[in-house]
């Protein structure tokens, strides 16, 4: 049976044919990714970073990025988020899961809505979430996060 060429090359190059022809139906009839409409609110995924102490939070939805990050300010700590896209506005809230919570405006740090900051009363505990709503081109982006990425090393 193994003696026969054709068999031999034929075993080889299925396996391979099979693969290319998966990517390919993935390609042709796969979901495509669609722009994002104004007026329209899309979720952000909490990526990696965020479920340990890195110190970031990435929160992405396609090519739109956010990462959160705590830094110390001149009156204590506060939260600095970096976007992808220019962003028109910012809230954010955090507090234990299940509460209702007010969300606070962040401000914006640069002049093309890339870097926002927010003053916080002190560093969020591990029971509590950060949620957040960004406005870009007419559309709100929303997430919520845990706070262990902020919590100290063990």
């Known amino acids: 049976m193994f003696t026969n060429k054709h ?16 990517f390919a139906v993935g390609q042709f009839t796969g979901e495509q990714p669609q722009a994002a ?3 329209k609110s899309y979720p952000l995924v909490e990526k990696s970073n965020c479920r340990y102490e890195s110190g970031a939070c990435d929160l992405e939805n396609e090519n739109f990025k956010l990462r959160l990050s705590l830094q110390d300010g001149l009156a204590g700590p506060e939260f600095l988020l970096s976007a992808s896209h220019p962003l028109e506005g910012v809230v954010l ?19 093309q809505g ?18 957040v709503v960004a406005n870009a ?5 929303f997430a919520e996060a845990s706070t262990t990425f902020l919590q100290p090393e063990s």
Do not use: H, Y
């Open 37 to 39: 409409q104004a007026g």
């Open 93 to 111: 809230a955090v507090g234990p899961t299940g509460d209702e919570l007010t969300p606070m405006p962040m401000r914006a740090v640069d002049g």
């Open 7 to 22: 068999v031999i090359i034929a075993m080889i190059v299925a396996p391979i044919l099979a693969v290319l022809a998966w």
């Open 137 to 141: 081109e007419s559309s709100s982006f």
């Open 114 to 131: 890339l870097t926002w900051l927010i003053p916080l009363d002190g560093i969020p505990g591990p029971e509590e979430k950060i949620r």
